[in-house]
């Protein structure tokens, strides 16, 4: 099974649950930022899990990324594409798909309900519910056992994919 997750990432919190996803669903699946999952790296994927952190209660744009500093403590890595803008050129596939973000625990909104709908429309609809990792204060760290929750996710994911290795 050819799976990847990808991610946008400010702070290094999203990154490190795509990371951990990957992980979980075996040793083949890969964790690629918006710069690196490039139309042939995610060509013929039979596994598509994407994630964003939420911001202004959606998964964030152009616009929303303009307003954040870049001096801020910890600077934020704002060097690759939004995850809106990479679903929006991302070619027609085959396969499913899964969805998270990262948020602090009383966030309101849903980045998911976005990636869903773009990723369902070129054809990788859901294969589970969408997951929400927390993060500790505005920036991170994330909260205690979350990267432990995203690997035994992606090896749910992998299962219910058919694609658990043994």
């Known amino acids: 099974m ?3 997750a990808v991610y946008e990432s400010l702070w290094g919190n999203t990154e490190a ?3 951990a996803i990957a992980e979980g669903i075996g040793p083949d699946a890969r964790a690629l930022s918006t710069v690196e999952a490039t139309p042939d790296r995610v060509a013929d994927a039979d596994l598509v899990v994407a994630g964003a952190p939420i911001q202004g209660f959606s998964l964030p744009g152009e ?3 303009a307003g954040i500093r870049p ?6 890595d704002l060097s690759a ?10 070619p027609a596939g085959h396969g499913r798909s899964a969805s998270f973000e990262t948020k602090i625990r009383w966030s309101p909104g849903s980045a998911t309900r976005v990636i869903d709908r773009e990723l369902t429309k ?8 969408a997951e929400h990792f927390v993060v500790d204060g505005k920036f991170g760290p ?3 056992g979350e990267l432990d929750r995203a690997r035994r996710w992606g090896a749910e994911l992998a299962t219910i994919s058919g694609g658990r290795r043994g």
């Open 71 to 76: 001096d801020t403590n910890p600077a934020p």
């Open 122 to 129: 070129v054809g990788y609809p859901p294969l589970a519910r």
């Open 17 to 19: 649950v795509a990371r």
């Open 142 to 144: 994330l909260r205690d």
């Open 63 to 65: 616009r929303m990324r």
């Open 2 to 4: 050819k799976a990847v």
């Open 81 to 90: 594409p939004t995850l809106r803008s990479w679903l929006e050129r991302l």
